[in-house]
């Protein structure tokens, strides 16, 4: 089976850096994906890696080792709106085809 | 508006009642996905398309859940007979590839 585990909640300073782990088991792994999620929003797409390494995009960057089933997203230069559900997600080539599991998301709240 | 659009937004039915929901996904999209989520989960796999063919459909997912995706275009949710803990946001998400595009979802509230 697969199964997504990433922490429930994280508190965080404006301006800080935070880090958010995901660890994973799957089988047929094809890419992990983070998104953000606001209340009350859809997910929106943030990152994807597929290759072990470190991704980076603006303020955001995330990292991945298959080896050990593991990936963080970092947001640096946090400002109040980062405050979101951050939903790690993976990928995986089934028999009949590709499969995104999604794991519960971590509530990042961002305080001044 | 190119995005993934889903209708109705809001369904407020009662047990028993049977409901169908509408995803549009972006035009060139040619992979479809359903998934269900409830408050402080992330969103649940019920269902995948590519083109017009279903091609996983979640365990979880009993004989009263049905998806169509006729002609590789939009797609359709039915829920038969509906249950209290079936209340819950249904997305709807598409892609090419890669990252999906998800759509504004439809709240079902099972009265």
């Known amino acids: 089976g697969q199964n997504i585990d990433q922490p429930t909640e994280m508190t965080a300073t404006e301006g800080a850096i935070v880090q958010i782990n995901c660890t994973y088991q799957t089988s047929g792994f094809n890419g992990l994906f983070w998104y953000q999620q606001h209340a009350g929003e859809a997910p929106t797409f943030l990152s994807y890696?597929?290759?072990?390494g470190l991704e980076e995009k603006g303020r955001f960057s995330s990292f991945l080792s298959r080896s050990k089933g593991y990936s963080y997203l970092l947001l640096k230069e946090l400002q109040m709106k980062d405050s979101a559900s951050y939903l790690c997600?993976?990928?995986?080539?089934?028999?009949?085809?590709?499969?995104?599991?999604f794991g519960a998301g971590t509530r990042l709240f961002v305080k001044a | 508006d190119t995005g993934v659009s889903q209708n109705p937004r809001h369904k407020i039915t009662k047990r028993g009642q049977n409901v169908t929901f509408r995803c549009d996904p972006i035009?060139?999209?040619?992979?479809l996905y359903w998934y269900r989520q409830t408050l402080g989960q992330g969103p649940e796999f019920l269902t995948y398309f590519q083109n017009e063919a279903q091609l996983e459909k979640s365990r979880l997912l009993s004989d009263r859940f049905s998806a169509e995706r006729p002609k590789g275009s939009f797609s359709t949710l039915e829920i038969q007979r509906t249950e209290q803990g079936d209340s819950a946001m249904y997305l709807c998400a598409s892609s090419l590839d890669g990252e999906q595009y998800f759509g504004p979802g439809t709240r079902l509230t099972v009265t």
């Open positions: 890696n597929v290759l072990d």
């Open positions: 035009s060139e999209h040619n992979r």
């Open positions: 997600a993976v990928r995986a080539l089934n028999t009949g085809g590709f499969k995104t599991i």
